[in-house]
């Protein structure tokens, strides 16, 4: 089995008070626990949070719960 970060890639960039989480690859079963533990810890300074999905191939039901408890956080 490949490594989560191989399969997916995450990059975040900060700009003041905005947040851009750029995704690619999948986000499923095996990368889920990977793409958490990426997107969970946003600075508290955050008041703007863009995820760019462009690149994901694919977003199971675990990676939905991720971004829907992910937008509470905002």
Same mark, same amino acid.
């Given at each position: 089995m490949r490594d989560a970060t191989e399969m997916l890639e995450v990059t975040k960039v900060s700009e003041g008070?905005?947040?851009?989480?750029t995704t690619s690859g999948r986000v499923d079963t095996d990368t889920a626990e990977f793409f958490d533990e990426q997107v969970s810890? &946003?600075?508290e300074i955050v008041d703007e949070l863009v995820v760019d999905?462009?690149?994901l191939e694919y977003v199971s039901s675990s990676g939905?719960? &991720?971004?829907l408890t992910l937008?509470?956080?905002i």
């Amino acid at each position: 089995m490949r490594d989560a970060t191989e399969m997916l890639e995450v990059t975040k960039v900060s700009e003041g008070t905005k947040l851009i989480v750029t995704t690619s690859g999948r986000v499923d079963t095996d990368t889920a626990e990977f793409f958490d533990e990426q997107v969970s810890e &946003i600075p508290e300074i955050v008041d703007e949070l863009v995820v760019d999905m462009e690149n994901l191939e694919y977003v199971s039901s675990s990676g939905l719960r &991720i971004l829907l408890t992910l937008t509470k956080q905002i």
